[in-house]
């Protein structure tokens, strides 16, 4: 008799993930929309899944009575998890990454684009697929809560120091130095979750530029914490 209830309960457990499937594949598509082709979408969204099935067999609908609601951030946070899993920021590639960035702005100064992996290369007199490797690394961290971008650097030992709502605090202020459509990329990217694509076409402005405007706010969110 238990063991009939028992399976009765994760039949109706297994049904409830079922239920919730489409919306983990939506999920992880439009995180891969933001992603480097490099990240596959099949991996994101097997991840998700796992997570929504742990998370189904362990809802308890007398404490919480929106299932998606409660498994919402933890099926993201999991894909999230998964990409830092990858470590495609090491120590040197951090190095490189904040060397190109410097590089790209210098270029972008006289040359109004950004260079391509060949001239960047050049430039820093680095291998061109380490230069590449480098850039997805970037881009992959794009995705990533502001807490998490700030780190990169070898700046976590001021973050460390920072209270969450202090660095909210800072994040305001930094935001509030910048014209109404910069405030706006920002809101679009980490709130609406939106691609670069999509926030070009809403604003009428390059890609190049959001990326741009998006590394700025992020230094000066920086050099405001002493980082």
Same mark, same amino acid.
């Given at each position: ?47 998700? /899944? ?59 100064? /006289? ?30 961290? /794009? ?62 402005? /390059?890609?190049?530029? @959001? ?13 405001? @914490?002493?980082?």
């Amino acid at each position: 008799m238990q063991n009939a209830y028992a399976q009765d309960l994760k039949h109706k457990e297994d049904e409830l993930a079922i239920q919730y499937l489409p919306a983990v594949k939506a999920m992880a598509f439009r995180l891969k929309e933001r992603l480097p082709s490099s990240i596959d979408f099949s991996d994101l969204a097997a991840i998700g /899944t796992e997570e929504l099935i742990k998370l189904a067999r362990r809802y308890d609908d007398s404490l919480n009575d929106n299932f998606w609601g409660y498994a919402k951030k933890r099926v993201y946070g999991a894909m999230l998890d998964y990409l830092r899993s990858l470590d495609v920021l090491s120590r040197s590639n951090r190095k490189l990454v904040k060397a190109i960035d410097h590089a790209t702005e210098e270029y972008r100064l /006289t040359h109004d684009e950004e260079p391509t992996d060949v001239e960047l290369a050049a430039i820093l007199d680095e291998d061109v697929e380490k230069v590449h490797e480098a850039r997805v690394a970037s881009d992959i961290y /794009t995705v990533m809560p502001l807490h998490d971008q700030l780190q990169v650097g070898d700046e976590g030992a001021a973050l460390a120091q920072i209270e969450k709502e202090e660095l909210i605090d800072v994040i305001k202020n930094v935001l509030s130095n910048y014209k109404e459509r910069e405030q706006m990329i920002i809101q679009l990217y980490y709130f609406e979750e939106l691609t670069l694509k999509e926030i070009s076409e809403i604003l009428d402005i /390059t890609e190049s530029r @959001i990326s741009q405007i998006h590394k700025s706010v992020l230094q000066k969110i920086k050099e405001s @914490i002493g980082a």
